[in-house]
């Protein structure tokens, strides 16, 4: 059997049929004669399936494969090119090389990190499991850097402290020098080839295949010969990353869609807390290209247009490196109270040039590089222009800390779905609350990519017989696939695109106030409805990238209304999300004053719940419930609770 | 958004003959943000990846087809803008050796961080991806004609239909 990247060509041996159903769509006079618009079905069947071949989701697939799951990973893009390999700040865990460490110190920080949004139990399991984790990294081959005694170096980051924050900076952040992400897909990827398991690069999922409220699979279309796949299996692993480009300016690749969201979306599950964006204090302004916390961490300072280092200001203590909504709120502040820089006094400036220009070069090279492509300049000289810019997506869908896809009511509390799961930035268990710390990511990948494999093989054993699935599910996805590979309207992708993403940056970035929201959701709302008169140009089935880009911008909106909407609803400020007219959080009690005499306010008064959020595809109408916070650890005796306070840094 | 003013100090600045001082002593370390030593690489020695092979048997409009794909849709921002433009510029113009030489450059490297270094220069270029399509990436990097860069092109240029 030939083996090509891992990848068995499973249609000849394991399915148990071809299923031919041909969807005839709306023939263009333009349309050649090769252009077919019958869509052949191949059928597989795997243990398990895993969406997105990132860090998540590559831990995900090797776990299932080395437990013995026959498993199928499904990826629009080659697994080393994943999102997860642009980042290159590191995995934090107390390992305690540096200092003294306690995982219940990182516990701690994380808490109060998310602003008490965060459900402690999935944060004690993160937590707890960070040293495991890494050492199991390491033992799977990856080259973390060293300290001279050959124990694993680690470095200081944002909100990281020793001793409950009366302890001084932690240096918990573990790196492969400076390229993480990459050594974890690297090594992942490899790691699971011996193992068998079964990729299918540049396929792109199109929906879940759902099944009286069970997930029995994914439909996904084969870029390279247009052929649809139908992937049935009992466990479906949802790791699509984020969708950071529903927005105009943000540090992530044009991969970012948000393509799980929407297909749990589309199934008419809830997503989770999808108002929480994390802005990154310094992205390059225009670009919107990352310029690393490590600069604040080498020394780095912001300066606004008085030359003032302002975060001595806003954050005493941590100053530049205090936690990333701290200082993203800060940069907007300091912009619109006038103190912005450059000739619109729209950015603020990130300093480096005080630092030794051999200390760059050696510590920061990757910097000079982008900022003289993207900002023109020369950073041993000038300054680089800095804007808060999306890059991080808190919310997602919502999981328990096992990896297991739930939903809620308030009868009932939080139920699992079953057959479903998520793990990475797709997922929000939740680890980040309404703000994640620098280098928690890529930990989270980790740790629930992991979690969802050892859940599922709590669960199931291999080589169970899959229950039987409707001959034509998934026809539904082959249709819109169809109606849009032919759409002949008068909007454009790209325009379409474009108005999304200026409407989320106007309305729905650092700062947001409730009249300004609600314009947002309006014009959503309208933009929404234009994705009926869209127009695509590729009338073709193979390698058709306008048709990707089209399915992707489905996707994205269906991100977009729920974000913009859940944020005009939540009146108060957590934070990544902040409200000028709203300024303080609303707890169930007033954490600033004295407990003693306090009456607990009931849920439907205060905002220390999780949002979930729901739409209907076709009119675009968001529908949002709530769901209490998770405020136990896993055990109380081994890790206390932090109850909620007032966050300060 | 942007000024006009903002705007041309942007481009302006990108005008060089050379994007970053050189700095000999940096040629095999690629630095990282911390006292930590060298990068070992022992994950890239010890777990080779199944070795790239080009593709058989595609006809030329298929393979620009899945080039402009793959093109487009990288790890990071700083590829995906950098190389949609180039690939808007000259994918449709490449010949058959040109097409094999960029498909090589973009789809066989592991990590998408080199393309990005050797194409601004930061890094030499090993040599089995030395060449026409290099120098001419190289070149349009280093953005002469002072073109704005603030993000990938959008597909409509392949339109026929509209112009």
Partial sequence: ?649 | MLSVLVAKRLVSGVCQESLRPAVVELVTTRGYKGEAPDDSRGDIIEIPLPPWAEKDGETMDIKRRRLLFQSRKRGMLENCILLSLFAKQYLNTMNEPQLRQYDRLINEPSNDWDIYYWATEAQPVPDVYAGEIMDLLKEFTKNKDQEQRLDAPNLEYLDKGSQ
């Fill in chain 1, 1 to 649: 059997m030939p083996r090509l990247f891992g990848m068995h060509l499973p249609a000849v041996s394991q399915s148990s049929r071809k299923l031919h159903f041909s969807v005839y769509g709306k023939n263009n006079s333009k349309v050649s004669d090769g252009m077919s618009t019958q869509y052949p079905v191949v059928d597989h069947e795997f243990d398990a399936v895993v969406v997105g071949a990132g860090g998540a989701g590559l831990r995900a697939a090797f776990g299932l494969s080395e437990a013995g799951f026959n498993t199928a990973c499904v990826t629009k893009l080659f697994p080393t090119r994943s999102h997860t390999v642009a980042a290159q700040g590191g995995i934090n865990a107390a390992l305690g090389n540096m200092e003294g460490d306690d995982w219940r110190w990182h516990f701690y920080d994380t808490v109060k990190g998310s602003d008490w949004l965060g459900d402690q139990d999935a944060i004690h399991y993160m937590t707890e499991q960070a040293p495991h984790a890494v050492v199991e990294l390491e033992n799977f081959g990856m080259p973390f850097s060293r300290t001279e005694d050959g124990k694993i170096y680690q470095r200081a980051f944002g909100g990281q402290s020793l001793k409950f924050g009366k302890g001084g900076q932690a240096h918990r952040c573990c790196c492969v020098a400076d390229r993480t992400g990459h050594s974890l897909l690297h090594t992942l990827y490899g790691r699971s080839l011996r193992y068998d398991t079964s990729y299918f690069v540049e396929y792109f999922a199109l929906d879940l295949l759902m099944e009286d409220g069970e997930c029995k699979g994914v439909i996904a279309l084969c870029m390279e010969d247009g052929s649809i796949h139908r992937f049935r299996s009992k466990n479906t692993v949802i790791a699509t990353g984020g969708y950071g480009r529903t927005y105009f300016s943000c540090t992530s690749a044009h991969t970012s869609t948000g393509d799980g969201n929407a297909m749990v979306t589309r199934a008419g599950l809830p997503c989770q807390d999808l108002e929480f964006v994390q802005f990154h204090p310094t992205g390059i302004y225009g670009a919107g290209c990352l310029i690393t916390e490590g600069c604040r961490g080498e020394g780095g300072i912001l300066i606004n247009s008085e030359g003032e280092r302002f975060m001595e200001r806003y954050a005493p203590n941590a100053k530049d490196l205090a936690s990333r909504d701290v200082v993203s709120r800060s940069i907007t502040i300091e912009i619109r109270e006038g103190r912005g820089c450059g000739p619109e006094k729209d950015h603020a400036y990130l300093q480096l040039h005080h630092l030794p220009p051999q200390q760059l070069a050696t510590r920061l090279p990757g910097i000079s590089e982008t900022a003289m492509i993207f900002a023109g300049v020369d950073v041993t000289k000038e300054p680089i222009p800095v804007l808060p810019t999306v890059h991080y997506n808190m919310g997602g869908i919502p999981t328990n800390y096992r990896g297991q896809v739930i939903t809620h009511t308030t009868e009932e509390g939080d139920k699992v779905v079953p057959g479903l799961f998520a793990c990475g930035e797709a997922a929000c268990a939740s680890v980040h609350g309404a703000n994640r710390l620098g280098a928690n990511s890529l930990l989270d990948l980790v740790v629930f990519g992991r979690a969802c494999a050892h859940t599922i093989a709590d669960i199931c054993t291999p080589g169970e017989k899959l229950s039987p699935l409707k001959p034509n599910a998934g026809e539904e996805s082959v249709a819109n696939l169809d109606k849009l590979r032919f759409a002949d309207g008068n909007m454009r992708t790209s325009e379409i695109r474009v108005n999304m993403q200026k409407t989320m940056q106007n309305h729905a970035a650092v700062f947001r106030t409730g009249k300004v929201l609600k314009e947002g959701c309006d014009k959503m709302d309208a933009i929404y409805q234009t994705l009926d008169d869209i127009k695509t140009f590729d009338r073709g089935i193979v390698w058709n990238t306008d048709l990707v880009e089209t399915l992707e911008l489905q996707n994205l909106m269906l991100n977009a209304v729920q974000t913009i909407n859940s944020a005009e609803q939540r009146q108060e400020s957590r934070g990544a999300h902040s409200r000028e007219d709203f300024k303080d959080r609303m707890d169930e009690l007033d954490y600033a004053k004295p407990l003693a005499g306090q009456v607990r306010k009931p849920i439907e008064e205060h905002w220390r719940k999780h949002t979930l959020s729901t739409v209907d595809p076709k009119t675009g109408k968001v529908t949002l419930k709530y769901r209490p916070v998770i405020d136990n650890s896993l055990d109380a005796e081994d890790c206390a609770a932090i109850p909620p306070a007032i966050r300060s840094y």
